[in-house]
């Protein structure tokens, strides 16, 4: 939403520290770290909804590359920033 040099009412720049601007990560099914989020992010969802996971073993990296091979498949749409939301913060 915010543009890297963007400035504060007081004339400072937005982004200086403690503020770090995020950047768009692309999700590589072959890093493990990757995979690991997604099968994390995956058995979390599944206890808050009380779904069953699927493997009694959901902490090896063979469970872990599976949730990275499925994730791989799913399309998301590219993030467009709404100016208006922007300009209600």
Known sequence: M???????????????LP???PSAIAFDKSDILHCTFIASLACLRAT????????KTPRT???????????SQVKVAEFKPNEAKAKEI
Do not use: M, N, Q
């Open 61 to 71: 990296d063979e469970f872990r590359k599976h949730c990275g091979e499925i994730a």
């Open 19 to 21: 503020k770090r601007p």
């Open 48 to 55: 808050v909804f009380y779904i069953p996971i699927p493997t």
């Open 2 to 16: 915010y543009p890297l040099d963007t400035k504060t009412k007081e004339g400072t720049l937005f982004w200086s």
